[in-house]
């Protein structure tokens, strides 16, 4: 069949690099890609909130199965925009619908749904623009470190750990009153600071069944030992050490089981991915976040440990019998390191050639995030430019690959984090 990737970054490089390894995927599209999807699969300049240009692609390349990576589409209504027009009633769609999607698309909505549905989270209160004096004056009364939450989508840097109330106050005014992340602050998700690690659980649904994919552990913030800026994703592990046996049961049967129920009882149709980010406090799980597809860069680690056909996985999401598909997993470790343009998540050069790429071996693999082909070579192109997974029998062997594969990529102002997966060994 022929099959469709939206999306541009590491996450559906992944994808695409998963996709052509089953029998099943006859021609791949990439919309609209990067220059490690040009290696696995056919790119189209079509962007992802262009949906006219995309349902005439899929008219065009005889589409019928369209992935959706990115939550901006989904949280804009591509699904319904899709499956709306009578002519693509066969088409299969994997990405929940608007309002599944506002489990992403609003951090008030999420936090409602779930208090309504009994899932653990850190207390919480939501102001608008119009009430910036009401969350001063709540600020004054919350213990410190709290953590303020643009409610809309902010690209992954809409999070603030703010340590006192003078920075609380500075910081609300500037997210409400100067729109510090634009159309998404105009409401601010105050929420109870929760003090554990960190780590994200990954659900595959058609609605009714659900998988539980590989769980894995991102690193936000730029700089080695969690300090500085947060940004889209440093680093990953997969599987994550500590969460495992019981832990992992009240996962399923506190958080996983509930959002689920959830769903149904809300009547949400929701075909695709729910991605968990929980806090792990002293053995219990809290849930941070919703988001509505998979993460970027967990994928490059969740992704290589599923040894199932992910066609087979993905029509069964969309046609509702994921129950009756097997779900696989490699044991072995999954790291990925991210390399990143110099003054990333800030200000940062685009255009600078990448040399190294051609040193491939077996245990590594290179996922393209913010790259293009210009003038027959491959330079960055974003602020997160490769994810380098290396794949080893414990996570330090899996590290240790990743590692000695970015020593032989380079270029200009490249920086990377070179503390991935300490936090872990040390628990180990």
């Known amino acids: 069949m022929n099959i469709l990737v939206i999306g541009s970054g590491g996450r559906e490089h992944t994808f695409a690099w998963k996709l052509r390894q ?7 599209y990439v919309a609209p890609g990067n220059a490690g999807t ?5 790119n189209v300049a079509i962007p992802i909130d262009d949906f006219e240009g995309i349902k005439n692609l899929i008219f065009d390349k005889d589409i019928s199965l369209v992935i959706v990576g990115p939550e901006a589409p989904l949280v804009n209504g591509i699904r319904a925009y899709l499956l709306q027009d009578p002519r693509l009633k066969d088409l299969r769609v994997v990405g929940p619908g608007t ?3 506002k489990l992403e698309g609003s951090k008030d909505y999420a936090k409602n749904f779930m208090v309504k549905h009994g899932i653990p989270t850190a207390h919480s209160q939501t102001f608008g623009k119009d009430q910036l004096e009401e969350a001063k004056n709540y600020l004054k009364s919350v213990s410190y470190p709290i953590v303020l939450k643009a409610d809309g989508l902010a690209a992954g840097k809409g999070v603030i750990i703010c340590q006192d109330v003078e920075e609380a106050t500075l910081t609300i005014d500037k997210m409400l009153a100067h729109s510090m992340f634009g159309q998404a602050s105009e409401r601010v998700v105050i929420e109870q600071f929760l003090k554990g690690i960190e780590l994200s659980v990954f659900v595959l649904t058609d609605g009714h069944s659900y998988k539980i994919l590989p769980e894995a552990k991102d690193y936000k913030p730029i700089g080695e030992n969690n300090t500085g800026p947060n940004t889209g994703g440093m680093g990953s592990i997969s599987p994550v050490n500590f969460a495992q ?4 049961r009240k996962v399923e049967e506190r958080v996983i089981i509930p959002t689920i129920n959830g769903l149904k009882s809300d009547h949400i149709d929701y075909k695709g991915f729910v991605f968990i980010g929980l806090m792990n406090v002293e053995g219990d799980p809290y849930v941070i976040e919703y988001n509505v597809r998979m993460g970027d860069p967990e994928t490059e680690v969740v992704l290589p440990r599923i040894k199932s056909d992910l066609v087979d996985l993905m029509l069964a999401t969309a046609e509702g019998s994921l129950s009756e598909i097997s779900l696989e997993i490699d ?8 390399m990143v343009a110099g003054g990333y998540p800030d200000d940062y050069e685009k255009g600078m050639p990448i040399s190294g790429l051609d040193n491939t071996d077996d245990n ?5 995030a913010g790259t293009k082909t210009a003038h027959g070579q491959i330079v960055t192109n974003g602020g997160r430019v490769l994810a380098v997974t290396g794949i080893g029998t414990s996570m330090l062997e899996a590290l240790e690959k990743s590692y000695e594969r970015v020593s032989k990529i380079h270029w200009n ?3 990377f984090r070179k503390d991935i997966g300490h936090d872990l060994n040390a628990l180990s």
Do not use: D, M, Q, R
């Open 22 to 28: 089953s029998k099943k995927c006859k021609n791949l």
């Open 38 to 42: 040009e290696n696995t699969a056919t």
């Open 245 to 248: 046996g019981e832990f992992l």
């Open 99 to 101: 309002e599944g999607a």
């Open 413 to 415: 102002n490249v920086y």
């Open 331 to 338: 044991p072995k470790t999954a790291s990925t390191v991210v």
């Open 364 to 368: 590594t693999i290179v996922f393209h």
